[in-house]
């Protein structure tokens, strides 16, 4: 007997502390603790009013009455007592930074080793086997230790995620089967898995070829940038010996300029200071026979004034004045206009050489021109709720959307629209992108800057009817709108359209797509920022993002 119990001494082991039981109780699942143990467990669980089995998870309404299992008790009694030999623990390993928690270890929680997909709990290594020993016949699927259990939970009915609704494009629990999601197309969680790992392997061969693409062109635009970086190098240390040898030849044309103007202005300056001092001699002279006349006229001695007046009046000899002339407007403009013209030819030259420096660009790749061109650059949009008007529905993974008569109850938020019927997208666009819609009804399909106005159901709010955004305009007839300014379109018969944007290249196209794409319209300007797709659904309308 006590070889059998020594045998089966984890049977005697309490899955939490993980030692022999001590005052073993057995509470109505079937399963056996501590008292001290289990109790510390249910007093955690207190609040919550539901109390659980650490190991089952069978969850009781009201705190089971603990009592002493004494059969139990001596048999762990008559374990201690026969225990030969002490089982040397193994090395026990914390739960660190990164790490799974054990889910079962109440003190010290170890690190987890395994992850249980049916009891939804991690186990350390010691309660896994625990696990496997509570379970033999049973084949739970168990992967390495993940801390993402929670997501396989139901928020709103605490149950297992184990069924997929293809309506919504979401995963659900059986409740919500007869709740919000009854009627709905339905099946397994295996079954959705099988149906989407189909279209995850077409979906990862298109990355996979959209990678190499994309891994060549960089390298061809790598090549491109250092091609460009050692070309630029190069012309600026041609520039710089080019312009250093000119500013030293128009340093020394600019020091011989300056000796000619100099020399120049020493001899005519020279010229005109001897005529200015023979002009001052000359208006010396005349100032002093004027005095002597003025002083002969007051004179009363007749015979002394004429005497006098026949020398004192003779003109004394002079250079005739219209022989003494100088250059009142000499200057040197014409020097200045020589340099001028100097001047505007550098500068001439120099907006040359900038123009065909902004002319040096990176050829990128051309225009995609087929279907098939285009899905390589395709994108994956989601409507972002929080921009959703409440009479907008979102469903399919909030990838689409129609109009509601009944609010719907998204929480306040800030940007969302409140009067006109548009959502945005949560990504947005700020190189090459595609995508496609389906669209019913009377739709808009438009890209917008995240500035554009939530408020009112003005030309501020609404798409096209700013400088904020582009949109195409669906239904009987189809129209383009931007900045109010409205361009009338043919009738579009396909209920599939594509959206092609470059942004640095200012590049917006719509096209009809069916058996082949026609351009409905495109448009090209300038994008100062990251654009948002947008869309607005009228009454019993519907776009689907593809």
Known sequence: ??????????????????DLLKDPVTI??????????????????????????????QTFNSRPVLNKNNVVAELVEQ???????????????CAGAGDVDCDVCTDRKLKAVKSCLDCLLSYCET??????????????????????????????????????????????????MVDEHKGHDTVSASAGRKEKQTHLEETQRKFQQRILE???????????????????QTAVEDSERIFTEMISTIETRRSEVTELIRAQEKAEVSQAEGLLKQLEQEIAELKRRDAELEQLSHTEDHIHFLKTFQSVSNTPETKDVSSIY?????????????????????????????????KVQIILPSEPTTREEFLQYSCHFTLDPNTANRYLHLSEGDRRTEKRDELQSYPDHPERFDSLRQVLCSEGVS?????????????????????????????????????????????????????NNETKLPLVASSRIGVYVDHRAGTLAFYSISDSMTLLHRVQTTF????????LAGTKSSVKLL
């Not at 007997?1 to 993980?18: D, G, K, R, V, W």
């Not at 609404?462 to 949109?471: A, E, L, P, V």
């Not at 100062?528 to 869309?535: A, C, D, V």
Request: aromatic share 8%; charged share 25%; proline share 4%.
């Open 1 to 18: 007997m006590a070889e059998a119990i020594s045998c089966n001494q984890e049977l005697f082991t309490c899955p939490i502390c993980l």
């Open 431 to 483: 190189g090459r992108c595609y995508w496609e819609v389906e669209w019913s009804g009377v739709v808009y399909i438009a890209v917008s800057y995240k500035s554009i106005s939530r408020k009112g159901g003005g030309n501020k709010s609404r798409f096209g009817c700013n400088n904020q955004s582009w949109r195409l305009r669906l239904n009987s007839g189809s129209s383009f709108w931007h900045s």
């Open 127 to 176: 309660h896994y086997k625990v696990h496997n020993d509570v379970n033999p016949g049973r084949k739970h699927k168990v992967v390495d230790a993940t801390g993402q259990l929670q997501e396989r939970i139901c928020t709103q009915h605490e149950k297992p995620l184990e069924i997929f609704c293809r309506t919504d494009q979401s995963c659900v629990c059986f409740l919500c």
């Open 214 to 232: 994309r891994e060549k062109e960089l390298q061809e635009l790598k090549k491109a940038v250092e091609t460009i970086k050692s070309s630029a």
């Open 326 to 358: 100088v250059n009142q407007d000499l200057s040197f403009e014409t020097v200045k206009k020589a340099v001028s013209l100097l001047e505007n030819f550098c500068k001439e030259e120099v907006m040359k050489i900038s123009a065909a420096v902004t």
């Open 28 to 57: 109505p699942c079937g399963h056996n603790y501590c008292m001290g143990c289990i109790k510390g467990c249910w007093d955690q669980e207190d609040q919550k009013g539901v109390y659980s089995c650490p190991q089952c998870r």
């Open 528 to 535: 100062t920022h990251t654009l948002y797709p947008g869309f």
């Open 79 to 93: 374990l201690r007592k026969t225990r030969i030999q002490t089982v040397v623990p193994a090395p026990v390993v």
